[in-house]
């Protein structure tokens, strides 16, 4: 059974961090492209990052330079790491396995096809 399951959302203040984790289960998450999306309220879900199969990595203009993604083979678990958080990075985060091994440089949401149920950031 394939899922995905994201942890270590919580509330921090502007300036803050938090990492967050995507457990994989049911395949090796590493021979996917997987991705991090944030869905605040009232607005579209958007894409946060993405990490290739390969380790490359793409990130939204919104979260360069204080946004790490990044993946344990060893745990099947893939992380985001944020740093110098604001109000406006206040969310629900998900993780999603993409169908290929790489993602793109501005993949449509359409090709993830496992989605995780999210976390809650909140940036106060």
């Known amino acids: 059974h394939v899922q995905l399951v994201e942890s270590g959302g919580g509330t921090v203040q502007a300036g803050g961090s938090l990492r967050l984790s995507c457990a994989a289960s049911g395949y090796t998450a590493s021979s996917y492209c997987m991705g991090w999306f944030r869905q605040a309220p009232g607005k579209e879900r958007e894409g946060v990052a993405t990490?290739?199969?390969?380790?490359?990595?793409s990130y939204a203009d919104s979260v360069k330079g204080r946004f790490t993604v990044s993946e344990d083979n060893a745990k099947n678990t893939l992380y985001l790491q944020m740093h110098s958080l604001k109000p406006d990075d206040s969310a629900m985060y998900y993780c999603?396995?993409?169908?290929?091994?790489?993602?793109?440089?501005?993949?449509?949401?359409?090709?993830?096809?496992?989605w995780g149920p999210g976390t809650q950031v909140t940036v106060s």
């Open positions: 999603a396995r993409g169908l290929y091994s790489s993602c793109g440089a501005t993949p449509s949401i359409s090709i993830f096809d496992v």
């Open positions: 990490i290739d199969s390969d380790g490359s990595t």
